[in-house]
Nanobody, 116 residues
Framework: QVQLVESGGGLVQPGGSLRLSCAAS????????MRWYRQAPGKERELVAN????????NYADSVKGRFTISRDNAKNTVYLQMNSLKPEDTAVYYC?????????WGKGTLVTVSS
């Protein structure tokens, strides 16, 4: 069964950095596009970044371009989100996602709070 487990969230000051991890299991990780989403309080969930199976192609939301980097380690079945120059508006629960056999799978999320 597909499982996604996020980690790495926490409280950070504006301008700081965090690296999120998502450990995946239950499917052939190296064959699938992986995505990071986030949901801020009172807002809809939004796509932050995705990465294709080989890791060679990535896409980012305009709001995080140049600050966030998505990467993956197919040997470890893990996808990462390096977040730099964090802003208060980056405060959200961050979720890992995969679409497997036509169904969306989500982790439980990890909370990132950017505040002084």
């Amino acid at each position: 069964q597909v499982q996604l487990v996020e980690s790495g969230g926490g409280l950070v000051q504006p301008g700081g950095s965090l690296r999120l991890s998502c450990a995946a299991s239950g499917f052939t990780f190296s064959s699938y596009v992986m995505r990071w989403y986030r949901q801020a309080p009172g807002k809809e969930r939004e796509l932050v970044a995705n990465i294709f199976s080989s890791g060679g192609k990535t896409n980012y939301a305009d709001s995080v371009k140049g600050r966030f980097t998505i990467s993956r380690d197919n040997a470890k079945n893990t996808v990462y989100l390096q977040m730099n120059s964090l802003k208060p508006e980056d405060t959200a629960v961050y979720y890992c996602n995969v679409v497997y056999r036509g169904m969306d799978y989500w982790g439980k999320g990890t909370l990132v709070t950017v505040s002084s």
